[in-house]
């Protein structure tokens, strides 16, 4: 380590090394952003040390791409070249340049007038002549660098140029084993205090290899760290991103949002010039996106909670006293057919008892495709997929499906009593299949 460069010390890896031409990228504004962009949305309404923000996740999975740089230095070197090394770092530290407000919650066209997924704007604000790490990021690399820089943040095979892309160099990135969930996984769970085991990410680093075909695969003796991985990532899944809590306040902060679009389109609702960029600015440039963060959806909670507009009201008190939460349907088998049988009813019981159906009944479904084995999977040595070797990891392919029903506390017993009825009929054909 030169004397310029940084040590930025963090609550997972410790010390994390930063040279500094690439501080001078994370000095940027439109990186330090990161730091007001929580990583986990509304997930602190269910675990409240769940504060912990994309710049330290970002940092993270840096610091891991750097660590797998340097195994791979070790047993197959010479296999990257010093300016691959170089750009798959930087790949890893700025994947989640381009999140809006709230992470994935808030990437949709609901709350966005001018909508592109976290990576399109990512690449918009990392290529502007506009931004600040535009500018520092294309003065480091070049251009024709920076292009295969974007080459392997979009996962493709050949740069513009036509030179090969090794798939392992993608897969440290983006794969069923990369930096970014390894990072995210270990970061959640330690921010969350979810109590489920864990797995050393040092070891499933240390267990991969890059077979004939440019490809990482995993020495026999590494199976048990894998299985590790992917038990921690099922368990996060289920016990930390898809609590109840968690999903009914991201449906609540959505609905918030884009009631608010709606009546600040009919001129009943005053934003501020940044929730004026998110919510109506139909030509959102990059530049002016980049300066959006959480704080601008929080400084507006308390003045919405006291506007005249019941449901803008009513949603951003709940947010902000979290009082007043609807209640789930104790009904754990339900099923999106199910669903769809009862929606209907449900709506019409909770408009006959003085409700609003399109606000106070709320639907949300939980999939997880599970581990998908041949499909980006994770390879042993041999030549075949984890699962063919751990019966552990079969049982996690299957795909989980479920859907949450949120009503008021009020009627929750009547409408359970109601639904177990109405669903009768379809868990009796379901149960033929």
């Known amino acids: 380590m030169s004397q310029r460069d940084r040590v930025i010390r963090d609550e997972i890896h410790r010390d994390i090394l930063v040279p500094q031409t690439h501080a001078a990228i994370i000095d940027t504004p439109e990186f330090q952003r990161l730091r007001s962009i929580q990583q986990l949305s509304t997930c602190e309404y269910v675990f409240p040390a ?26 197959n070197p010479g296999l990257l070249s010093e300016s691959d090394k170089e750009l798959v770092q930087l790949a890893a530290l700025l994947h989640d340049v381009g999140h809006p407000p709230y992470s994935h919650l808030l990437e949709t066209p609901d709350v966005f007038a001018t909508f592109h997924s976290h990576e399109h704007w990512g690449k918009l604000i990392l290529s502007s002549k506009e931004t600040q790490i535009g500018q520092v990021l294309l003065n480091h690399l070049g251009f024709e ?31 069923q084993v990369d930096v970014d969930r390894m990072d995210y996984m270990i970061r959640d769970q330690a921010n969350t205090g979810a109590q489920i085991g864990g797995f050393d990410s ?37 016990q930390v991103y898809f609590h109840k809590v968690n999903m009914l306040t991201q449906s609540y902060l959505v609905t918030l949002l884009a009631r608010a679009k709606e009546l600040a389109h009919d001129g009943v609702l005053t934003l501020s010039e940044e929730l004026n960029d998110m919510l109506l600015n139909s030509s959102l440039t990059a530049e002016k996106y980049a300066r959006l963060n959480d704080a601008h959806v929080k400084v507006a909670l308390p003045h919405w909670a006291n506007h005249d507009d019941a449901i803008l009201s009513g949603l951003a008190n709940r947010l902000i006293s979290r009082k007043g939460f609807h209640k789930s349907l104790r009904i754990d088998s339900l099923t999106v057919e199910m669903k769809d ?38 390879m042993l040595e041999d030549g075949r997929d984890a699962s063919e070797h751990s019966p552990l990891i079969r049982s996690l392919i299957q795909p989980k499906e479920r859907v949450l029903i949120f009503v008021p506390e009020e009627m929750r017993n009547q409408l359970e009593t109601s639904v177990r009825e109405w669903i009768l009929p379809s868990q009796s054909s379901l149960a033929h299949f």
Do not use: C
């Open 145 to 175: 660098k920076r292009k295969r820089l974007f080459s392997i943040m979009d996962g493709a095979d050949v740069d513009e140029q036509g030179v090969n892309i090794p798939k392992f160099l993608k897969e440290i990135v983006s794969s």
């Open 202 to 238: 040092a070891r499933v680093i240390r267990a991969l290899r890059v077979n004939a075909k440019g490809q990482f695969v995993v020495k026999s003796w590494g199976l048990p760290a894998i299985e590790a991985y992917l038990v921690t990532r099922y368990h996060m899944y289920h």
């Open 50 to 75: 769940a504060t912990h923000n994309r710049f330290s996740h970002s940092l993270g999975a840096y610091h891991l791409a750097g660590k797998f740089i340097h195994h791979l230095d070790e047993v």
């Open 341 to 378: 049988l009862v929606m209907p009813k449900i709506k019409e019981a909770i408009k006959a008892n003085g409700y609003e159906p399109e606000f106070d009944v709320i639907a949300a479904t939980i999939r997880k495709r599970g581990y998908l084995p041949y499909s980006q999977g994770i």
